[in-house]
């Protein structure tokens, strides 16, 4: 079977192992020797990869729905092959919230987990980890393993982040949120700067939720760009609008890309175009309320818009640093090589609290994801940028990676890496939670 992630690159020819039951999985992790969990392909690169075994949990469940919501203490006890639609789908319309919302719905728990996502509030809310009570994993031996941030609390941060390499996530507990009403708040910023955009998405880092959208296109007005901040409405709010807004339920959309594009669609031409468009719509909208589909997931309202990029593919690179002014140089670079972003998503993180052995992505400072359709000279140039972000004690995201060497990720990750790898030989000696980015980055090293 070819499988590969959401940038199409790379590809692998594997056998993929759906159905397996919960009765099955310890004899399957016992009797295989390499092995990845894959939730649902939405790492960009080669995370949930493995050119022996890939496997999927959506089939193991311990109730129908496979989550259960105990209201009194906000807390989900979920299966990790459930999709965070789903969560959304069974809660959402009680108020009550995933409290990490990427910029996808449309992933695993499972993966959600293993990368510690953070969503537009990590200056507020920090990453996924901080809202786990529990994950049950069944490690190597097959056994299964109960770690929460007390217990086995090594095992539990090598976890979360750990890109699916110290166990197979079953279920956790996650404490939800609960809003007031289904609709939110928002602010649109149109800024036509670099520096007044970064200054602007500062200034409105105290609201709850705050990400902007970055022009890389643009020739004159290189890093202007868009502030999106907001938060729920209060329920008096919404009365006071009336229930407009509130009609608009969460909902899945049925537009979607039927099949591969020409990799000629997204041009030095076109991408300008699309880019000034998007710029101009914002600068038109006022409408003060948003739809949790509107303000979080817009990327989910097409399809498969993946298949845009073509059959080479396409990268996301997103990198944190700690210092503005390495950033703003890393966008001048960007300028001067002529790398055309197809998307630039600008998010001033908070503090990151440091753990064991844990390979999250977040640190306080900047952080910018992007995408590059894959072309000549484009891996050079990454690589470049790498060195900047390695230089400045930044990191490189390993959910988006496909092509990051494994000498500059140990420089990004400096003594997380040597206290992951203690906990995965303690946990997995024998290197089976296998991946392309585990053997690349020389994370299966015992
Ligand atoms: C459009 C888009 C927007 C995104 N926005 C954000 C964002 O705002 N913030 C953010 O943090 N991320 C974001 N991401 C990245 C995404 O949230 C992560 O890559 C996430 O891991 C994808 O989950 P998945 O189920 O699709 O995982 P997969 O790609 O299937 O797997 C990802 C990793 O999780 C591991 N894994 C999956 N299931 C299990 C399991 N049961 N046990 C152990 N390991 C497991 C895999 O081995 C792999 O290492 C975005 C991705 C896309 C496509």
Redesign the pocket.
């Known amino acids: 079977m070819h499988i590969a ?2 940038g199409n690159f790379p590809t692998v020819e594997t056998q993929s192992y759906k159905q397996l039951s919960m009765a099955d999985l310890s004899s399957f992790v016992t009797s295989n020797k390499e092995f ?9 690169g080669d ?2 990869l493995n050119k022996s075994n890939i496997l999927n ?1 959506s089939k193991v469940r311990f109730n129908q729905k496979g989550m259960v919501y105990n209201a009194s203490d906000s807390e989900l006890i979920v299966n ?2 459930c999709a965070l639609t789903d969560v959304l789908n069974n809660y959402f319309p009680e108020h009550v919230i995933f409290p990490v919302l ?3 719905k449309k ?2 728990i ?3 987990i ?2 510690d ?3 537009k509030d990590h200056h507020i809310n920090g990453t996924l980890s901080k809202h786990i009570s529990c994950i049950d994993l069944m490690t190597a031996s097959g056994e299964m393993i109960t770690v929460t941030p007390e217990k086995n609390s090594e095992l539990f941060w090598a976890t979360c982040g750990g ?2 390499l110290t166990g ?2 079953i279920s956790a507990t996650i404490k939800m949120l609960k809003t007031e009403s289904s609709v939110l708040r928002q602010r649109i910023t149109v800024c036509e700067s670099l520096d007044k955009l970064i200054a602007a998405t500062l200034e409105q880092n105290n609201s709850q939720y705050c990400a902007s959208w970055i022009d890389l296109s643009a020739t004159r007005s290189h890093g202007r760009g868009v502030v999106f901040s907001g938060r729920f409405a209060s329920a008096a709010e919404v009365m006071e609008q009336g229930n407009q807004f509130l009609e608009k339920k969460y909902t899945n959309s049925r537009l979607s890309v039927p099949c591969y594009c020409t990799s000629k669609l997204f041009n030095q031409t076109t991408v300008k175009a699309f880019n000034s468009l998007y710029y101009y719509l914002n600068k038109r909208k006022k409408n003060p309320f948003a739809s949790i589909n509107g303000f979080f997931f817009p ?1 989910d309202t097409v399809n498969k818009w993946n298949r845009l990029y073509g059959h080479k593919g396409f990268v996301q690179y997103q990198f944190v640093v700690p210092q503005k002014e390495v950033f703003k140089k890393i966008i001048n670079v960007i300028k001067q090589e002529k790398l055309y972003s197809t998307l630039g998503v600008l998010k001033v993180f908070g503090e990151q609290p440091k753990h064991y052995g844990n390979l999250s992505f977040p640190m306080e400072g900047y952080s910018i994801a992007m995408d590059f359709k894959i072309t000549h000279g484009l891996f050079k140039t990454l690589d470049y940028l790498d060195e900047i972000v390695a230089d400045a004690g930044g990191h490189v995201y390993l ?2 990676d496909s092509r990051m060497k494994a000498n500059t990720f140990r420089r990004m990750y400096g003594k997380s890496v040597d206290e992951f790898l203690e906990v995965k030989a303690k946990y997995d000696p024998e290197c089976k939670f296998n ?1 392309l980015l585990s053997k690349r980055l020389k994370l299966n090293v015992v």
Do not use: F
């Not at 990845?36 to 960009?44: M, Q, T």
């Open positions: 992630n959401w990845i969990a894959r939730g649902n392909g939405r790492s960009y995370a949930s949990l990790s092959g990427p910029g996808t992933i695993s499972g993966g959600a293993a990368a996502i953070h969503g890109q699916g197979l996530i990327l959910a988006k991946s």
